[in-house]
Structure formats: structure tokens, C-alpha cells
């Protein structure tokens, strides 16, 4: 019998994609391990989530500028401290789960870093697109349908090859929140989905392509 595979989750918020990936190991409904989560603010829900689970925890606040225009010298640290803290759960993936900030990869972890939008990528992807952000804009350019999308991380915003999309119907009577609950709805079942995928060794890129066997 293979191993589950061992995931480690970064959060920034709430935790409700955490949960759900809680949920679905504690049920046996996917093939996986929670070895630790990362989350970068420390007073937030995820963390009391994980916490709750009996989950590792790291905390690795996003230092912010206050001398003006620039980088600072802790800010570079940033993502070097994310990778020590993943490196130390050791897993076979990581998984963005509300994780807010661009995170360059490193080469080892090429490909092995999945991430959650909610929305159909191309659209309504790049920086600053989140939450309830993208669910504006959906609304406001008027399309028929939304939904979810995950992807393999890369350097760039929403950019990487996609693995797993869901669509939603977008009503003519929709707000933000019915839209979100909606979206949220496509995604807890897609990213168990994707990782399932990755799990049974089913997934292999080529390109910009994602192609699944069986």
C-alpha cells in the first residue's frame, strides 16, 4: 500500500481550504497526511484551526516596509524562512491554501507546490486577485459562469500549468456572498481532487500542459 502523501499547508487567513483538507484526511477520503502548516499572520483563524487538528504549526510573519520605496533586508529573509519551516515537515507537497504572498520557488520543490484560485484562470487571476476581489469582478464584467481552478505554483501570480477546474453558474440575483459560498462549494471539491490526482501518480507535465493518465 503507498504511503500517504505528506502535505504541508500555508495559510494567511481564515483556514476554511485547511479545514477542508482536515476534514477530507480525517474521513479517509484522501490519500494524504497533513505534516504541518505554515500560516503568515499569527492571529488568525487557520492557525486555531491546525492548532485544534494536533498540527504543527510555524508562524513566519511577512515583514512590511517602513522606510519608503524598497525591499528591506528582512523582507528578502521572507521567503527563505517559508522554505526552511516547509523543509523541515519534509513533504511531498505543498499546498496554498489562502497563502497571500508570492513565494519564489525553489528548484527542488519545482512542480510540487499546488495552488487554489477562485476563478476559471486565465481570468480574473494576477496579483491582487483574491478572495472576494476576484468575486467583484466577476460580477461587474457580467460573465455566466465562475468557478475554481488549481495549478502548480510558478513565480508569477496564477500563472502556473493547470491541473483541475470546476465551473459554477453565475445568477442573475448573485451578491458576493452567494457567489463565494458557491465557488467555495467547487472548491472543496477540487482541490481533494487534484491532490488525489498527484497521490495515485497519475500527473505528468509537459510544457504548459498538465496530462493525466487513466
Known amino acids: 500500500m503507498t504511503a ?31 505534516v504541518g502548516v505554515v500560516s503568515s499572520r499569527p492571529e488568525v483563524q487557520g492557525v486555531e484551526r491546525a492548532r485544534k487538528a494536533g498540527l504543527p504549526v510555524e508562524v513566519i510573519e511577512r515583514p512590511k516596509s517602513f522606510g519608503g520605496p524598497g525591499v528591506t533586508a528582512s523582507q528578502t529573509l521572507f521567503p527563505a524562512r517559508v522554505w526552511a519551516a516547509i523543509r523541515g515537515f519534509a513533504p511531498d507537497l505543498v499546498c496554498f491554501a489562502g497563502w497571500l504572498h508570492l513565494l519564489p520557488i525553489p528548484e527542488e520543490f519545482h512542480n510540487k507546490v499546488l495552488n487554489i484560485h477562485p476563478s476559471l484562470l486565465p481570468a480574473f487571476g494576477g496579483k491582487g486577485m483574491h478572495g472576494q476581489h476576484v468575486h467583484e469582478a466577476v460580477l461587474a464584467a457580467g460573465v455566466r459562469v465562475s468557478g ?15 491541473l483541475v477546474q470546476r465551473c459554477v453558474p453565475v445568477m442573475d440575483h448573485d451578491d458576493l456572498t452567494a457567489l463565494a459560498r458557491r465557488v467555495f462549494a467547487a472548491e472543496c471539491e477540487a482541490y481533494p481532487e487534484a491532490i488525489r490526482l498527484i497521490a495515485e501518480n497519475r500527473v505528468s507535465i509537459r510544457g504548459r500542459r498538465v496530462v493525466i493518465s487513466g
Open 4 to 34: 500517504p502523501l505528506r502535505l504541508a499547508v500555508l495559510i494567511s487567513g481564515g483556514g476554511t481550504t485547511l479545514q477542508n483538507l482536515i476534514d477530507r484526511v480525517a474521513a479517509g477520503l484522501l490519500p494524504a497526511q497533513i
Open 148 to 162: 475554481c481552478t488549481v495549478h502548480f505554483a510558478d513565480d508569477t501570480f496564477d500563472t502556473g500549468p493547470i
